[in-house]
């Protein structure tokens, strides 16, 4: 399942991302497009070239494409999560080797020789740890790691969706 997020999705999209599903931030194709914001058109354009759902709280851009996008309600990336769950049951798996590129939708390899990028990370972060990755696009080049972070999000994950929810 591939995604397009509207403009107000900047968290949810990292989210996503982290999650290893595929998705393009609206505010990611204003260089592309050169228009700022992009229009609702181009949007479902974009989306139905790639094959995208797209996933918006502007109500009336909804009901134009509702065979193609989501509608989601409120305010929390969190309640964003519970709703994608209900309405099209995703899994929210945390796995480095298959996540995205929380900033630009990337692919991620693994680093294997940590030294490699030693002078790229804090020393108690390199020290601490021993599995990175990092984003294959030459633009961009994130490093990533399973810090805290990833674990606060899981326990989040736990309190604030539905029980049973696969994490």
Same mark, same amino acid.
């Given at each position: 399942?591939?995604?397009?997020? $509207?403009?107000?999705?900047?968290?949810?999209?990292?989210?996503?991302?982290?999650?290893?599903?595929?998705?393009?931030?609206?505010?990611?194709?204003? $260089?592309?497009?050169? #228009?700022?914001?992009?229009?609702?058109d181009?949007?479902?354009?974009?989306?139905?070239?790639?094959?995208?759902?797209?996933?918006?709280?502007?109500?009336?851009?909804?009901?134009?494409?509702? $065979?193609?996008?989501?509608?989601?309600?409120?305010?929390?990336?969190?309640?964003?999560?519970?709703? #994608?769950?209900?309405?099209?049951?995703?899994?929210?798996?945390?796995?480095?080797?298959?996540?995205?590129?929380?900033?630009?939708?990337?692919? #991620?390899?693994?680093?294997?020789?940590?030294?490699?990028?030693?002078d790229?990370?804090?020393?108690?972060?390199y #020290?601490?740890?021993?599995?990175?990755?990092?984003?294959?696009?030459?633009?961009?080049?994130?490093?990533?790691?399973?810090?805290?972070?990833?674990?606060?999000?899981?326990?989040?994950?736990?309190?604030?969706?539905?029980?049973?929810?696969?994490?």
């Amino acid at each position: 399942m591939k995604f397009l997020t $509207d403009s107000m999705f900047g968290k949810l999209t990292r989210f996503l991302r982290i999650f290893s599903y595929d998705t393009v931030y609206a505010n990611d194709l204003i $260089d592309v497009y050169e #228009l700022d914001p992009i229009p609702d058109d181009i949007l479902r354009e974009f989306a139905e070239k790639t094959n995208r759902i797209v996933i918006t709280r502007d109500y009336p851009f909804h009901n134009k494409i509702p $065979d193609k996008s989501i509608y989601l309600e409120g305010e929390g990336v969190y309640n964003f999560l519970k709703q #994608l769950k209900e309405k099209l049951d995703l899994e929210y798996n945390i796995d480095m080797q298959h996540a995205r590129c929380s900033l630009c939708n990337s692919e #991620l390899k693994k680093i294997e020789n940590k030294n490699e990028i030693k002078d790229e990370l804090n020393e108690s972060t390199y #020290l601490y740890y021993d599995t990175f990755y990092q984003c294959v696009n030459p633009e961009c080049q994130k490093i990533f790691w399973n810090g805290p972070h990833i674990e606060e999000i899981k326990r989040r994950l736990k309190s604030k969706l539905i029980s049973g929810s696969d994490i």
